[in-house]
C-alpha cells in the first residue's frame, strides 16, 4: 500500500495526503503516462541518442546470442563474434547478456526489447525515488518527484537507451533507499541488501561511486556521528559487500582497465579545472540537458530539508561535482553522463514541493485548480519536447542505408569515417570499418595536450590508420571539409571507386603516384 511509507513527521496538511483516491489516482496518471511516452517508436532502431554507444551493446549482445545459438550460420556466428570482440571491455555487460539470454527465449534477435528493459530499470528506480522522496520530504515532496522521473524530457530519453547507464541508476537508488531504511531500523538484513544494491550499482559502472560514498558518508556522520559508525558491525557488512562486488571485476578481472581509462579521459584534462570557462561550459551544458530554473530551484531546495537529510543531498551533490571533475573532457561532451544528476534533481525539489504544496492545498478551491492546470500543462510541454526527440528521425531509414551500403561495397579491408564511430555499419550492416579521427577527436586531443602538425606530420598521421587497409569509406562528408590534409590526401593521391550525394569510397590498394616517403 502506498501509504505504508508515509514520513510520520510530514506536516499534517499535504495537497495530495488529503485524499487517498486524488493520491492513487495521480501516481498511477503519472505513472502510466510516463510509461507510455517512452513506450513511443518502440521498435525504432536505437539511433536516436549516442548511436556508437548503442550499438556497442546491441553488437555485444548480438554476439553473445550467437555465441550460444547451436542453429547459427557458422559464418555468421563468427562474423558476430567479431563484431562483439572489436569493441574491448569497458564495465561488466551484464545489460548485453539478459538481452542475448532475452533473445534466446525469444528464439530470435529482437533488439527493441532492450529498450523495454531500460524503461523498466528507470521505472523502478523513480519508484526508488518516491518513496525514499516520502520518507525525507512528504507524500507532497514523493509526487513532485516521481512526476519530475517521469516527465523531465532528457530523462524520458535516455531511459530508453541501450546502455547501462539507467541499469546503474536504478540499483543506485534501490541502494540508497535501502541504505535509509537501515538507518532508521538498523537490521541486519536492511544492511546487506543496501550493501548488494550498492555494490552492484557501482559494479555495472563504477562512476556511481562518486554519488554514492559522498551521500551515504554525510548522512552517516550527521545522523549517527564517526563513533557510533565505526562501532556499527552492520555497517561493515554493508561497506564490504558495497566494495567486494565491484572489486572482484575491476581489480581481479580486468586488472589495470581503470587505471588506462583515467590515463586516457581524465589525467590528461584535469588542467581544465583551473579554467573559469570550463565551469561555464558544463553551466551552459547542464542547462541544455535539464533547464537553468530546474537546476538553480533544485539547488535552493536542499535547503529545505531536514538537517541529516539535507547532508545527504549536499553528498549526492558534491559527488555528481566531483564525477564531473574526475573526467572534464567528458561530462560537457557526452550527455549520458549527465544522466544520474537527473534522480538528484527529482528527490532535490520535492524539498520545495514538501515546502509549498501545503500552503497552496489550505488556499482557495481556485488556487488548487490553477496548481492542478499548470502542472499538467507542464507535464503535457515536457512530453511534447521529449516526443520531438523520440521521433526526430527516421531511423528505420538510417538502419536500411547501412545495410545497403555495405551490400554495395566490395570486399577488403575498410578504414573511414562514418556515422558514430562506424558502429551501426557493424551492427546493421555486417562490416568492420575501423575508426579514422574524427576532427572533434584531434580538438579533444588537443585539449588533453596532444598537438598534430599536418603540414609535416600528415602522412606520418594517415598511414598510422590506413597501412594495410583497402579502401577509405566516408559518408561524414563535412570531415573532409573540416580536415583539409585529409581532402588533399585521398583525392590527389587515390582513385575514386564510388561517389554519390552520402558517400564517397577511395581505392587504398593503387595510388595514383608514388607516396611520399614510401
Not at 594495410?468 to 575514386?496: C, K, N, R, S
Not at 564510388?498 to 581505392?507: E, H, P, S, W
Amino acid at each position: 500500500m502506498i501509504a505504508a511509507d508515509a514520513n510520520d513527521e510530514a506536516p499534517a496538511p499535504t495537497f495530495f495526503g488529503r485524499s487517498r483516491l486524488l493520491l492513487i489516482v495521480t501516481v498511477l496518471v503519472i505513472l502510466i503516462g510516463g510509461i507510455a511516452l517512452r513506450l513511443t517508436n518502440l521498435t525504432a532502431p536505437p539511433l536516436d541518442v549516442h548511436g556508437w554507444r548503442q550499438m556497442r551493446s546491441a553488437s555485444i549482445a548480438r554476439g553473445m546470442y550467437y555465441d550460444t545459438s547451436p542453429s547459427a550460420d557458422p559464418t555468421m556466428k563468427e562474423q558476430a563474434h567479431y563484431l562483439e570482440v572489436v569493441f574491448g571491455q569497458l564495465e561488466p555487460p551484464l545489460f548485453e547478456r539478459l538481452v542475448a539470454e532475452t533473445y534466446g527465449l525469444l528464439g530470435s534477435e529482437v533488439l527493441w526489447v532492450s529498450r523495454l528493459y531500460s524503461i523498466i530499470f528507470w521505472l523502478v528506480a523513480s519508484l526508488a525515488v518516491f518513496f525514499l522522496a516520502w520518507k525525507v520530504t512528504s507524500v507532497d515532496g514523493a509526487v513532485t518527484a516521481l512526476a519530475l522521473q517521469m516527465f523531465l524530457p532528457f530523462g524520458v530519453t535516455f531511459s530508453r537507451v541501450f546502455m547501462p547507464e539507467p541499469l546503474y541508476i536504478m540499483w543506485m537508488w534501490l541502494g540508497i533507499y535501502v541504505f535509509y531504511r537501515w538507518v532508521e531500523t538498523p537490521k541486519w538484513k536492511f544492511a546487506a541488501m543496501a550493501g548488494v544494491f550498492i555494490g552492484i550499482s557501482i559494479l555495472v559502472k563504477v562512476f556511481a561511486a562518486f554519488m554514492l560514498i559522498p551521500g551515504v558518508a554525510l548522512y552517516l556522520l550527521a545522523k549517527l556521528g564517526l563513533r557510533q559508525v565505526v562501532k556499527n558491525r552492520q555497517f561493515y557488512l554493508m561497506a564490504g559487500l558495497a566494495g567486494i562486488i565491484p572489486a572482484i571485476y575491476y581489480i581481479f578481472l580486468i586488472p589495470g582497465a581503470s587505471g588506462n581509462y583515467l590515463e586516457t579521459w581524465s589525467l590528461p584534462y584535469l588542467h581544465l579545472l583551473k579554467d573559469p570557462a570550463f565551469y561555464l561550459r558544463w553551466w551552459h551544458w547542464l542547462s541544455g540537458l535539464f533547464n537553468p530554473v530546474v537546476l538553480i530551484l533544485a539547488a535552493i531546495s536542499v535547503a529545505f530539508f531536514r538537517k541529516a537529510e539535507r547532508w545527504l543531498m549536499v553528498g549526492l551533490w558534491a559527488g555528481f561535482f566531483i564525477f564531473g571533475m574526475i573526467l572534464p573532457s567528458l561530462i560537457t561532451s557526452h550527455s549520458y553522463y549527465s544522466l544520474p544528476l537527473e534522480p538528484i534533481l527529482s528527490l532535490s525539489l520535492a524539498g520545495l514541493a514538501a515546502v509549498l504544496l501545503p500552503k497552496i492545498a489550505q488556499s482557495g478551491k481556485a488556487w488548487q485548480v490553477v496548481f492542478l492546470g499548470l502542472a499538467l500543462l507542464s507535464a503535457g510541454d515536457a512530453a511534447v519536447a521529449a516526443r520531438k526527440d523520440i521521433n526526430g528521425a527516421d531511423y528505420a531509414a538510417q538502419a536500411a542505408f547501412w545495410k545497403d551500403l555495405s551490400n554495395q561495397l566490395p570486399d577488403g579491408k575498410y578504414v573511414g569515417l562514418l556515422a558514430d564511430y562506424n558502429a551501426p555499419m557493424g551492427y546493421y550492416g555486417w562490416r568492420f570499418v575501423a575508426q579514422y579521427p574524427y576532427s572533434y577527436d584531434l580538438d579533444m586531443a588537443k585539449m588533453g595536450g596532444k598537438e598534430f602538425n599536418f603540414s609535416t606530420q600528415a602522412w606520418e598521421f594517415f598511414k598510422s590508420y590506413t597501412d594495410g587497409m583497402d579502401y577509405f569509406l566516408i559518408t561524414e562528408l563535412t570531415e573532409l571539409t573540416a580536415q583539409p590534409y585529409l581532402h588533399d590526401i585521398l583525392f590527389d593521391y587515390y582513385p575514386v571507386v564510388k561517389q554519390t550525394q552520402d558517400y564517397v569510397l577511395f581505392d587504398l590498394r593503387h595510388p595514383l603516384k608514388p607516396i611520399p616517403g614510401s
